[in-house]
């Protein structure tokens, strides 16, 4: 493989912004626009930016998860939230919220919503990246 | 509000999403969905204990507490709840089918997973209350068995469930383009809301164009005339239990929505739509069973018949009296029973003999009776002699639709099921009497008669549900009634 300075020195810059960006819409979602999707998708973008520009070998070194777990990961998390509502006798999927005051972020809403995002997050970014790296590992 | 409506979908998605992580535990896998599969069974029976002894014979939830019409409404309601009810049992049985049969390497790519994932979605489009919902849990299913169906992957499998694919896409977008029209007209995506704001608007023009769009949508996935075309041969592809499944739940699930809609949303002007469907129903019948007489393979015979059966299960609708929707009710209870009977037998058969062909077999009464009668028995349901199900199933049609004067159909249905009767008795008489050929048995006696201990309860249902079609008639007119009067639903869901 090609040693391309430019391309990695421009990725390894990339990646940071771009994951800082979906963590940045991960957090902001269900009250302005963002959430666990579009959070996901970016982060898969990010990831698959690495595969570009380095190897897929390389990465896959790197990054050794096995994606479907996070799957079954994400969907336990995110229903698991909407039964923990059932639990406390509210319908199914009820979220609730407080304002906390943290030290240096001031005041900050908490939600069970973000909890679901947060499952969403995990299985978008596993399908995603399962899909793209099967498809990428289909050698023709 | 009664957060027990949602088990029947959350039960199987978790359970689906538990098993990813044991995929290559293949006996802690069977262990998990067995207990599970026997477990939503029993819950099922308790929730339609419930409903039927609610004071308004229908519980409902509101979804993350927000009050219909803003938010997503669990509606169980008799007949989705018989529908719930059903569908555990069929999913139960093809687990135990599964077991015995699905090979090993397909255990180990998610089958049990994308197996609860289909449920999920099924049990939750028999239950939702709104139409957006409704297109969603239509997704988790077809997304579910689009892997399901081309799991395994052969070439004939694999060029055939990507007409499937294909096909079930372009419905899906029309779906999506029939919602959208509809909330651009009423403002609203409750189906209690829909139902009550279509009949201020005195369903006329537009509106009849929307409605014949959802009979697009749900013809094409329930296999109505002149859609079924995908159906025969991407059923063909993958293994009996497989297609056990998708023939008792997929197209159930797209009659099952059909009712639903011409019931309580689009029900201003039968005279237009249900003539329709009247119609179809009819082409239906005929054309399934034309197919199922042009094939001498056992497999393709009985995909065949589950169109020819669609046409039977929407004359009721098409007819639109309480005593006919009651009687399509139970049609489609017993057809979800008999089908899987149909296609066990028939995948037994044809892993015991090695080909599909019926002119290639015969004389395996002599070594199988067991065999030969569950055949036997499952056929003449299916056709529909007393004292069977399919019998109080037709007769209650045909009384029906001679009571609103509705004779050809009655006459269209007495000749396919003649059709029908001759289709069924081919192969009986091909496979079962006559001389024995020179084939060699693939299985021993005792795995015959192992695979047949699950079509058995099948065979118990169907002989129960004809000798008790006294109970089983009050259960479903109730049901029909309560469709026939959709004020009662507005009522309960919009108080």
């Given at each position: 493989?090609?040693?391309?300075v430019?391309?990695?020195?421009m990725?390894?810059?990339?990646?940071?912004?771009?994951?800082?960006?979906?963590?940045?819409?991960?957090?902001?979602g269900?009250?302005?626009?963002?959430?666990?999707?579009i959070?996901?998708?970016?982060?898969?973008?990010?990831?698959?930016?690495?595969?570009i520009?380095?190897?897929?070998?390389t990465?896959?070194?790197?990054?050794?998860?096995?994606?479907?777990?996070?799957?079954?990961?994400?969907?336990?998390?995110?229903?698991?939230?909407?039964?923990?509502?059932m639990?406390?006798?509210?319908?199914?999927?009820?979220?609730?919220?407080?304002?906390?005051?943290?030290?240096?972020l001031?005041?900050v809403?908490?939600?069970?919503?973000?909890?679901?995002?947060?499952?969403?997050?995990i299985?978008?970014?596993?399908?995603?990246?399962?899909?793209?790296t099967?498809i990428?590992?289909?050698?023709? | 509000?009664?957060?027990?409506?949602?088990?029947?979908?959350?039960?199987?998605?978790?359970?689906?999403?538990v098993?990813i992580?044991?995929?290559k535990?293949?006996?802690?896998?069977?262990?998990?969905?067995?207990?599970?599969?026997?477990?939503?069974?029993?819950?099922?029976?308790?929730?339609?204990y419930?409903?039927?002894?609610?004071?308004?014979?229908?519980?409902h939830?509101?979804?993350?507490?927000?009050?219909?019409?803003?938010?997503?409404?669990?509606?169980?309601?008799?007949?989705s709840?018989?529908?719930?009810?059903?569908?555990?049992?069929?999913?139960?049985?093809?687990l135990?089918?599964?077991?015995?049969?699905?090979?090993?390497?397909r255990?180990?790519?998610?089958?049990?997973?994308?197996?609860?994932?289909?449920?999920?979605?099924?049990?939750?489009?028999?239950l939702?209350g709104?139409?957006?919902?409704?297109?969603?849990f239509?997704?988790?299913t077809?997304?579910?068995?689009?892997?399901l169906?081309?799991?395994?992957?052969?070439?004939?499998?694999?060029?055939?469930?990507?007409?499937?694919?294909?096909?079930?896409?372009?419905?899906?977008?029309?779906?999506?383009?029939?919602?959208?029209?509809?909330?651009?007209?009423?403002?609203?995506?409750?189906?209690?809301?829909?139902g009550?704001?279509?009949?201020?608007?005195?369903?006329q023009?537009?509106?009849?164009?929307?409605?014949?769009?959802?009979?697009?949508?749900?013809?094409?996935?329930?296999?109505?005339?002149?859609?079924?075309?995908?159906l025969?041969?991407?059923?063909?592809?993958?293994?009996?239990?497989?297609?056990?499944?998708?023939?008792?739940?997929?197209?159930?699930?797209?009659?099952?929505?059909?009712?639903?809609?011409?019931?309580?949303?689009?029900n201003?002007?039968?005279?237009?739509?249900?003539?329709?469907?009247?119609?179809?129903a009819?082409?239906?019948?005929?054309?399934?069973?034309?197919?199922?007489?042009?094939?001498?393979?056992?497999?393709?015979i009985?995909?065949?018949?589950?169109?020819s059966?669609?046409?039977?299960?929407?004359?009721?609708?098409?007819v639109?009296?309480?005593?006919?929707?009651a009687g399509?009710?139970?049609y489609?209870?017993h057809d979800?029973?008999?089908?899987?009977?149909l296609?066990?037998?028939?995948?037994?058969?044809?892993?015991?003999?090695?080909?599909?062909?019926?002119?290639?077999?015969?004389?395996?009464l002599?070594?199988?009776?067991?065999?030969?009668?569950?055949?036997f028995?499952?056929a003449?349901?299916?056709?529909?002699?007393?004292?069977l199900?399919?019998?109080?199933?037709?007769?209650?049609?045909?009384?029906?639709?001679?009571?609103?004067g509705q004779y050809?159909?009655?006459?269209?249905?007495?000749?396919?099921?003649?059709?029908?009767?001759?289709s069924?008795?081919?192969?009986?008489?091909?496979?079962?009497?006559?001389?024995e050929?020179?084939?060699?048995?693939?299985?021993?006696?005792?795995?015959?008669?192992?695979?047949?201990?699950?079509v058995?309860?099948l065979?118990a249902?169907?002989?129960?549900?004809?000798?008790?079609?006294?109970?089983?008639f009050q259960?479903?007119?109730?049901?029909?009634?309560?469709?026939?009067?959709?004020?009662?639903?507005?009522?309960?869901?919009?108080?």
């Amino acid at each position: 493989m090609k040693n391309n300075v430019s391309l990695h020195t421009m990725t390894r810059i990339a990646v940071f912004i771009i994951l800082s960006f979906a963590i940045y819409l991960l957090l902001a979602g269900h009250n302005n626009p963002g959430g666990g999707f579009i959070g996901a998708l970016m982060t898969a973008s990010a990831v698959v930016l690495l595969y570009i520009s380095f190897d897929l070998k390389t990465i896959k070194n790197v990054l050794e998860f096995y994606f479907p777990y996070f799957i079954g990961t994400g969907l336990i998390i995110a229903i698991g939230t909407g039964i923990s509502s059932m639990i406390f006798g509210y319908p199914f999927l009820t979220q609730f919220f407080t304002h906390a005051h943290l030290p240096i972020l001031g005041d900050v809403e908490l939600t069970t919503a973000l909890v679901f995002d947060i499952g969403v997050y995990i299985v978008v970014v596993g399908v995603t990246l399962l899909i793209i790296t099967t498809i990428a590992e289909d050698d023709v | 509000m009664s957060n027990l409506l949602v088990v029947p979908f959350l039960l199987p998605m978790v359970v689906g999403a538990v098993l990813i992580f044991f995929a290559k535990h293949h006996r802690l896998q069977r262990i998990i969905a067995g207990l599970t599969g026997i477990a939503l069974f029993v819950f099922s029976i308790y929730l339609t204990y419930r409903v039927y002894q609610s004071p308004e014979q229908m519980i409902h939830l509101e979804v993350g507490d927000w009050r219909a019409p803003f938010g997503i409404v669990l509606v169980g309601d008799m007949l989705s709840i018989l529908m719930v009810l059903m569908a555990s049992f069929v999913g139960l049985v093809c687990l135990f089918y599964g077991f015995k049969t699905i090979h090993i390497e397909r255990e180990r790519y998610y089958f049990y997973s994308f197996f609860f994932f289909l449920l999920t979605g099924v049990n939750g489009a028999f239950l939702t209350g709104d139409l957006f919902n409704l297109f969603v849990f239509f997704e988790v299913t077809l997304i579910s068995s689009y892997v399901l169906i081309s799991h395994g992957g052969k070439k004939f499998q694999l060029r055939e469930s990507f007409k499937y694919v294909v096909m079930n896409m372009v419905a899906s977008a029309f779906f999506l383009v029939a919602v959208a029209y509809l909330y651009a007209i009423t403002g609203t995506l409750n189906m209690a809301d829909l139902g009550d704001r279509v009949a201020m608007l005195d369903q006329q023009g537009i509106i009849n164009v929307i409605a014949i769009i959802f009979l697009f949508v749900f013809g094409a996935k329930g296999a109505l005339f002149p859609l079924y075309y995908w159906l025969p041969k991407s059923y063909y592809g993958p293994p009996a239990v497989i297609t056990a499944l998708f023939g008792a739940l997929l197209t159930k699930v797209g009659l099952y929505s059909l009712i639903r809609t011409f019931t309580l949303i689009f029900n201003q002007n039968p005279a237009f739509t249900h003539t329709i469907i009247l119609v179809l129903a009819g082409a239906t019948m005929i054309f399934g069973v034309l197919g199922a007489l042009s094939k001498f393979d056992i497999k393709s015979i009985i995909i065949y018949q589950i169109i020819s059966q669609v046409g039977f299960m929407i004359m009721g609708l098409g007819v639109f009296s309480a005593d006919a929707i009651a009687g399509s009710i139970y049609y489609i209870t017993h057809d979800m029973v008999v089908k899987v009977a149909l296609f066990f037998i028939a995948g037994i058969i044809i892993q015991l003999t090695g080909t599909a062909d019926i002119r290639k077999m015969g004389g395996l009464l002599k070594k199988y009776p067991l065999l030969g009668w569950s055949f036997f028995i499952a056929a003449m349901s299916l056709v529909g002699i007393p004292p069977l199900s399919g019998f109080f199933g037709k007769f209650s049609l045909i009384v029906s639709s001679v009571g609103e004067g509705q004779y050809v159909i009655v006459g269209v249905a007495l000749v396919v099921s003649l059709l029908n009767l001759f289709s069924m008795l081919r192969i009986f008489m091909n496979v079962f009497w006559g001389e024995e050929t020179d084939i060699t048995f693939a299985l021993s006696n005792e795995q015959v008669n192992g695979l047949l201990r699950t079509v058995i309860p099948l065979i118990a249902v169907t002989i129960a549900l004809g000798l008790g079609a006294e109970p089983a008639f009050q259960y479903v007119s109730a049901a029909a009634d309560q469709l026939m009067n959709p004020t009662h639903y507005i009522d309960v869901i919009l108080p």
